[in-house]
Structures are given as structure tokens and as C-alpha cells.
């Protein structure tokens, strides 16, 4: 099943960019970024940022402004049975070179996941004046690690932001 990506979200003056892979089912049916509950990404930036979680949407976007956050996926499409990662097929790039450029202040591109990163890579060019990081994957796929775990190595989105 062909599945796509939303448009990037892209505060003012962003200095961190969060590339995840591809919305899942339950984030493509309701429009939204990491739309699972299980899904940790959101869990993650508001106690990294010690912010009240919250289920509302445009609070969830409005943490990622405040914070200087650009969110957007590798795959502008994708095939792609269900929601797993390791299903991905016949990929066709977003334009993050030309995300990059129009957007000097990125100084940091974040991967949730391994599987973005090898996405990525496959690609893209990295970029000299850019700092790459890998960072364990917010998915409820990735039972190893718990919430205390992905916030001990989710750390640098605080650190660089």
C-alpha cells in the first residue's frame, strides 16, 4: 500500500531536525505526527522539556516551535503493508537537501531510529557543517527500551536545542 508523508513542520529560526521514516497508519488517519499512543516520541520531548504531556495536538506542534524543532520524515512515499519500518519498499525521497538550505540555522539532524538513518544515508549526503545522531527509535516496536532508557539517550535534543 502506497503511504505518504505530511508537509515538515518548521518553526522559525530551527537549529534541531527530527527525520523519522514514514507515518504510520494510525498517524496517517488522523494527520498527525506519531499519532500511536504507544508511540514515545511525544512522551519523550515533553518530559525532556519538562513540559505536562498533553493529547492536543497543536500543544504537542506548538512544544516543537517553542523548542526550535523541525519534525519531517526520510520518505516523501513509500510502499509499505502496515506500520513496521522493515516493511518499506520503492521509496521516493523528500527534498530535505533543499529543507536544509532554506533552513541555515539547522545545526543538528536527529534520526528516530536506525531505520531512518540507513534511509538517509541511502539518499542523501551528509553534510560537513551538520552534526548526524542516531537515536534508539520512540516506536512501541522498540520494546528494549524503556521510556527512562530513550530519555537518558533523547538527552541531546535538549542539549542542542
Not at 530551527?14 to 505526527?33: E, N, T, V
Not at 527534498?95 to 528516530?112: A, D, G, H, W, Y
Request: with cysteine; hydrophobic share 40%; net charge positive.
Amino acid at each position: 500500500m502506497l503511504k505518504q508523508s505530511f508537509e515538515p513542520i518548521i518553526p522559525s529560526q530551527p537549529r534541531i531536525l527530527i527525520l523519522g521514516s514514514l507515518p504510520g497508519d494510525l498517524s496517517i488517519a488522523k494527520d498527525q505526527y506519531y499519532a500511536h499512543p504507544q508511540n514515545r516520541f511525544w512522551k519523550i520531548l515533553f518530559a525532556l522539556f519538562e513540559q505536562k504531556f498533553t493529547l492536543e495536538y497543536s500543544e504537542r506542534t506548538n512544544l516543537l516551535h517553542q523548542q526550535r524543532i523541525a519534525l519531517w520524515d526520510v520518505c516523501a512515499s513509500a510502499i509499505r503493508p502496515g506500520s513496521m519500518d522493515t516493511a518499506i519498499t520503492e521509496v521516493i525521497p523528500n527534498p530535505i537537501n533543499q529543507l536544509l538550505q532554506k533552513n541555515s540555522t539547522i545545526q543538528t539532524v536527529l534520526f528516530n531510529g536506525q531505520k531512518t538513518q540507513k534511509l538517509f544515508d541511502k539518499y542523501f549526503e551528509r553534510q560537513q557543517n551538520l552534526s548526524y545522531h542516531t537515536l534508539p527509535s520512540s516506536s512501541p516496536a522498540n520494546a528494549q527500551f524503556t521510556l527512562e532508557k530513550l530519555l537518558l539517550d533523547w538527552q541531546i535534543v535538549k542539549s542542542q536545542s
